[in-house]
């Protein structure tokens, strides 16, 4: 049986900000978040134009802040920021596949081919905080370079406490279907990563050897969805779910920023809707917070609170 709090929400980036967690967290106070990745650059130089630069996690009940980078020391001094911050684990991302990332970075996916780098990095972070350290990463560099088992012993060596695994190559990004190893022989906690969605998707994950599971694309438009698989929960009024959402980013973003970042959102939590389309093209075209309300409304028949 895995256990509450090794269901985790993947790292998204522009996703998985404070206002999402904190929708989530309203359906499943137990579970486990981890933050949308943050380069350690940024971090270190504190860059303004980034409110998650300055994120505090001490009210976040169980969070890891997620960073990435290539130089060993800066990450060290990100995580000891980030734990000074209240973060409650530190996970290093070594799958990112985007280029600005894994080739022009040499971080990320870049980490599963440069073993070396990858471990002194894990060792840094680790030796630089006193919660635990954990690694995100994927099968390998491609179908010729399938060698995560290797950098899980180089984490467990490092101390590194568990691995979420997505069954993806970085060749692969994130087309085709997800592929699960078999990782009973695995020295550490080993997290399942990649397609999961379901309560079935997760019983074979436990039949696999993982320890956990970690839900990415499935939670997007339903920050229920753990609740959902857990406990049954079906949300009788979307509406005030999605409206909360809008309130919460503009709180955090302001107007001017917030609008135009929530219409993913808004998108994903009417796909499948009769008059999806229609509702995605006008959400599209809005500036205004208020119009946005109205418009939301009016689609989930809701009324919005002053
Ligand atoms: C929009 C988007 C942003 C992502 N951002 C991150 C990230 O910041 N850090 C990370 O380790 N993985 C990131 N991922 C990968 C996911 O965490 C996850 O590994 C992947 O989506 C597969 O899981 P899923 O099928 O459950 O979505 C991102 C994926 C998507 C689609």
Redesign the pocket.
């Known amino acids: 049986m895995i256990e509450k709090q090794n269901f985790f929400v993947?790292?998204?980036?522009?996703?998985?900000d404070r206002p999402f967690r904190t929708v989530v967290r309203e359906f499943s106070p137990d579970a486990s978040l981890?933050t949308?990745?943050i380069s350690c650059h940024s971090l270190v130089e504190m860059h303004k134009n980034c409110p998650r630069n300055f994120d505090h996690y001490e009210t976040e009940g169980n969070i890891g802040t997620?960073i990435?980078g290539a130089n060993v020391q800066m990450m060290a001094d990100a995580a000891r920021i980030l734990a000074d911050n209240g973060a409650k684990w530190i996970?290093i991302?070594m799958?990112?596949p985007v280029p600005k990332v894994a080739t022009r970075a040499n971080a990320?996916a870049y980490l599963m081919r440069n073993h070396k780098l990858a471990g002194e990095i894990m060792r840094a972070v680790v030796g630089a905080v006193d919660i635990p350290v954990t690694v995100?990463t994927r099968l390998g560099w491609d179908n010729e370079h399938i060698d995560w088992r290797e950098l899980v012993d180089i984490a467990a060596d490092s101390g590194v406490r568990m691995v979420?695994l997505?069954g993806?190559t970085r060749a692969a990004g994130?087309d085709g279907v997800?592929i699960h190893p078999d990782v009973h022989d695995c020295p550490i906690p080993i997290i399942a990563?990649?397609?999961?969605?379901d309560a079935a998707d997760i019983s074979q994950m436990e039949k696999l050897g993982y320890s956990g599971v970690?839900?990415?694309?499935?939670m997007l438009g339903a920050p229920w969805k753990l609740a959902e698989i857990n406990d049954g929960v079906i949300p009788q009024d979307v509406g005030a779910i999605v409206l909360r959402h809008l309130d919460l980013v503009i709180d955090y973003y302001g107007a001017r920023a917030g609008v135009p970042l929530f219409r993913k959102h808004a998108a994903w939590y009417s796909a499948g809707c009769q008059g999806a389309v229609a509702f995605r093209v006008a959400v599209n075209q809005i500036t205004d917070v208020a119009e946005l309300k109205d418009k939301i409304c009016e689609f989930w028949g809701c009324v919005a609170k002053i």
């Open positions: 993947a790292p998204l980036a522009g996703i998985t981890v949308e990745m997620q990435f996970d991302n799958g990112c990320g995100k979420a997505h993806r994130y997800a990563n990649g397609d999961i969605k970690m839900l990415g694309r499935a």
